[in-house]
Every structure is written in structure tokens, then in C-alpha cells.
């Protein structure tokens, strides 16, 4: 029986052990929330907390110049429950890119605000013509049925080709930025947004309203069928890792029930706007790291200690942030008052920059198209004087293979007439070669005639005597004959 409790009771202790250590599912699991210091702690090596006058503690990541809120390193993901989606490639891109808002200080650059709400993305959206544009929705402006009235400044937006809204490479193709009047005041404002999360899979938090952004049919003119990926929890703050149908992204819910003021960052730097103007920072100020002495001319401990013992400093310290409460508040709504004065003239100088850069951008087309117009110029008397080069050469090139053909031809008549000429030579060769044959035989027949005649001339006589002692036998005997005959007749006749 001890046994069989013992194995009994070893085995519960295994199930359970095994259950603690099943990794959480990725749908809504319970217990999964965070406060603000979780923020200030997962941030913090990435980037510097500064403790602005008007919204607190900011943060400001350690990044380039170029860096834009929703355009650097990121693109955008259509999802089944939230419409579209920043996928960020930062690590930190889970935090500042779906909490809180981000706005522009003139000195310190882009400068994000922690929320409570999470959303796909905190953005305001506009479309027309072949133009798709966002621009970050800045702290303090409250997205509900008035909110189409709303426009963020013209150096906020980033706009983008229609056809390249699914793309995950849109940064390569944004339109530059100074640009954006142009298009800004060819596109309207898209007005469609969400209350709360359809799909049920966000842990926790409340509802609120976000823009969904362009609706799926109107883009699918562009870049054809669109496949909606399913948004997943991930267990664990970090980048969102993209699967082919999925994307998970770290999304707790953020308590509201804790008092903000207990939490602060470790490492805090007073905002300071002189000594950064001071130092020859530009616009954006992020090269620049203002780091403030740990306690400022108030005596004021920026710099927490990091220690275990760390909310006991906190609490110790609360009493001197209670007595700067309505200092800061006063100062904040003076600062508020302040930068909305910069933030107009700062759109009033944008504007007029863009206008001269219109009016020079005009200028250098006119130009252009001037400097166009004396190159076509040039370039037609430069095809003309090739041309014309070229037509000489050809009739050079023509005279001299002219030449060349007649003197061919004059040198084959030559040929064809020597040839000629040798074949009648030959044949008169040929003609005359048995005359001289025959002459040569004649002559040397004369010769042989006129050598063998002194033979002939000595051997005369003796052939003379022969013929004549030879004659008579033959006359002798003819002469019987004839002498008879002769005798007979000369007998006849004398008779």
C-alpha cells in the first residue's frame, strides 16, 4: 500500500513538474502582464531615457540619422484580426512600435512616449492616385470618431508605391521626403479604424481604437491576392519572428493599476536644450549623447540606484518629486504652449523650404531642359558632321574600289590579250615548225646532192665505158633485128 501511495504520489509530482515546464500556448494565457518599468528595463540598452518637460520619461533609441518611426527596418504585415501590422526587424521594435506614440523634438529627434493600449500601429494613413502614405500619431491626440480631422506635420509621413504595400523590402521604393507636400495634397485621409482587437487573441488590456489603414480589396488592385497571416503571442520580449502563415510578436497587457510615478529608469538624462544646441547637434540630435551630472542645480537624483534596495530609493526620493510636481507642471504647459508655437513655425518654415525647393527643383528643370535642347543641338550638328565624314569616306572608299575594279579589269584584258597573243604565237610555232623541218631535210639533201656530185663525176667515165661496150651487145642483138629487118627492107627497097 506505501508503495502504491508512494508511485501514486511520485507520479503527481511528475505531471505537475511536466505542466510547469510545457511552454505557454500562443493564444491568450493568464498572468501575462507588465508595468512601465519593464519598459524602462527592456529599452535601456538600446537606447537613452530622457525626462522631458511635458511627457515624462521618453525614450530616444541609439540608432543612425536616417532613422524614421514605421519606415526604417520594417515592413508592413496584412493580418486576419488587425489589418495591417509593422513587422519591425529591431529587437526592441515589440515595445515603441505597438505601445505608446512617438512625436519629433527639434533638438533631440524622434522621441517615443510608453502607452498602455497595444495596437498593430500607431499611424495615421492616407491614399490616392498610385500613392500609399503613414505618418507616427503623436502623443496626446485621441483616435475616435473625430479623428480623420487630424493630420500629422508633413515631415512625419512616409509614402510609398501602391504596388509595393505587401513588399518586404518597402524601404527600398519609399518617394523622397521632400516630396511629401506634393503628395500630401494629392491624397485624403483614410478613414478606417477598429475599436478593440476582432480576433480576441490580444492578453489583456483594454479596448481602444487604432486605423486598420488601407482595406484589403482596395490594395489587392495593386499588388494581386493578398494572403492574411494570423498574429500569435510570443512568451518573451524580442524580434517578431515571421513564419508562412504566422507572426509572433510579444504583446502583454499593461497594468494600470500600479502608480506610474514608483518606476523610473536606472540611468535618466536631463532634457537640456541649450546644451545640445550648445554642442552643434543637428535637427535630430541622435549622434549626440547629452548625458546630464547625476543631480542637476535642484538637487534632484536622476541617476536610480540599481540596487535591490531600488524602490526603497525611490520612495525616499518621491517626496522631492511631489514638491517639483507643480513646478513641472507649470513649466510643462509653458513648454507645451512653446512647442506648439516652434511646431507651426516649424511647418511654416517646412513649407516655404519646400516651396523654394519646388521653385528651384522648376528652375533646374527649365535648366535642364534648356541644357537638354542645346545638347539636342549640339548633337544633330555632331550626327551631321559624322554624317557628313562618313559620306566622304564612302565616297572615297567607292572611288578607290572603282579604281581598283578597272585597273582588275585593265590587267585581265592585258592577260586575256598576252594570253592570246602566245596561243597565236604557239600555233604559228607549230604551223612553221614542219616547214623548217621540211627545209632542214631539203637543205641537207642539197648538201648531201652537192657532196655526192664529184663522186658522181669521177665515177662517169668508167659507167660511160661500161654503157658503151654494153651497148653494142644490145644493139647487136637488136641490130640483128633491126639490121635484118633493116637489111631486109634496105634489100626491099633496093630491089
Not at 513588399?167 to 516630396?179: A, D, E, F, Q
Request: charged share 25%.
Amino acid at each position: 500500500m506505501k508503495r502504491f501511495i508512494n508511485s501514486l504520489g511520485i507520479g503527481l509530482m511528475l505531471a505537475f513538474a511536466m505542466l510547469l515546464s510545457r511552454p505557454v500556448d500562443a493564444q491568450p494565457g493568464v498572468g501575462v502582464s507588465i508595468n512601465f518599468q519593464t519598459f524602462y528595463d527592456e529599452l535601456s540598452p538600446y537606447g537613452e531615457w530622457i525626462d522631458y518637460p511635458e511627457y515624462g520619461y521618453t525614450w530616444r533609441p541609439r540608432v543612425g540619422t536616417d532613422f524614421r518611426p514605421y519606415a526604417t527596418n520594417g515592413s508592413w504585415a496584412y493580418t486576419a484580426d488587425n489589418d495591417w501590422m509593422w513587422n519591425s526587424g529591431y529587437d526592441w521594435g515589440w515595445a515603441p512600435f505597438h505601445y505608446g506614440r512617438w512625436f519629433q523634438d527639434p533638438y533631440y529627434g524622434w522621441l517615443w512616449v510608453p502607452g498602455y493600449e497595444w495596437s498593430p500601429a500607431w499611424v495615421s494613413w492616407r491614399g490616392g492616385g498610385d500613392y500609399y502614405g503613414w505618418a507616427p500619431i503623436r502623443p496626446g491626440i485621441n483616435i475616435s470618431i473625430g479623428f480623420g480631422g487630424y493630420n500629422p506635420p508633413y515631415d512625419y509621413w512616409t509614402f510609398a508605391p501602391c504596388r509595393y504595400m505587401t513588399s518586404i523590402h518597402i524601404g527600398r521604393y519609399y518617394y523622397p521626403y521632400r516630396n511629401n507636400v506634393t503628395i500630401f495634397n494629392r491624397t485624403t485621409i483614410i478613414n478606417n479604424y477598429n475599436y478593440g482587437s476582432r480576433g480576441g487573441n490580444y492578453r489583456g488590456g483594454r479596448n481602444s481604437y487604432y486605423t486598420n489603414g488601407p482595406r484589403r480589396g482596395d490594395v489587392e488592385r495593386y499588388t494581386g491576392r493578398i494572403n492574411a497571416v494570423t498574429v500569435r503571442n510570443s512568451d518573451r520580449p524580442g524580434r517578431a519572428t515571421v513564419s508562412r502563415n504566422a507572426v509572433s510578436v510579444y504583446r502583454p497587457a499593461v497594468s494600470r493599476n500600479d502608480n506610474r510615478s514608483t518606476y523610473a529608469p536606472r540611468d535618466v538624462q536631463r532634457y537640456d536644450r541649450n546644451s545640445v544646441a550648445s554642442r552643434g547637434t543637428d535637427r535630430s540630435g541622435r549622434n549626440i549623447d547629452v548625458r546630464s551630472n547625476s543631480r542637476d542645480n535642484d538637487s534632484r537624483d536622476y541617476r536610480v540606484n540599481s540596487s535591490p534596495r531600488r524602490e526603497d530609493a525611490i520612495r525616499t526620493d518621491r517626496s522631492n518629486e511631489d514638491r517639483g510636481v507643480a513646478n513641472r507642471q507649470e513649466s510643462s504647459r509653458r513648454f507645451g504652449n512653446d512647442a506648439d508655437r516652434n511646431n507651426q513655425r516649424n511647418e511654416q518654415t517646412m513649407q516655404r523650404n519646400n516651396e523654394m525647393r519646388e521653385r528651384q527643383q522648376q528652375m533646374q528643370r527649365s535648366q535642364e531642359n534648356r541644357s537638354s535642347t542645346d545638347r539636342s543641338a549640339e548633337m544633330r550638328q555632331r550626327n551631321e558632321a559624322v554624317q557628313q565624314q562618313r559620306s566622304a569616306e564612302m565616297r572615297q572608299r567607292n572611288e578607290g574600289m572603282q579604281q581598283q575594279r578597272s585597273e582588275a579589269m585593265r590587267q585581265q584584258r592585258e592577260a586575256r590579250v598576252q594570253q592570246e597573243q602566245s596561243r597565236m604565237e604557239s600555233q604559228q610555232r607549230s604551223v612553221q615548225q614542219p616547214q623548217r623541218q621540211y627545209e632542214s631535210r631539203s637543205r641537207e639533201m642539197q648538201v648531201q646532192r652537192q657532196e655526192s656530185a664529184p663522186r658522181m663525176e669521177r665515177q662517169a667515165p668508167s659507167r660511160s665505158f661500161e654503157s658503151r661496150s654494153s651497148a653494142p651487145s644490145r644493139s647487136m642483138g637488136g641490130g640483128e633485128g633491126r639490121g635484118s629487118r633493116g637489111g631486109g627492107e634496105s634489100r626491099g627497097r633496093g630491089r
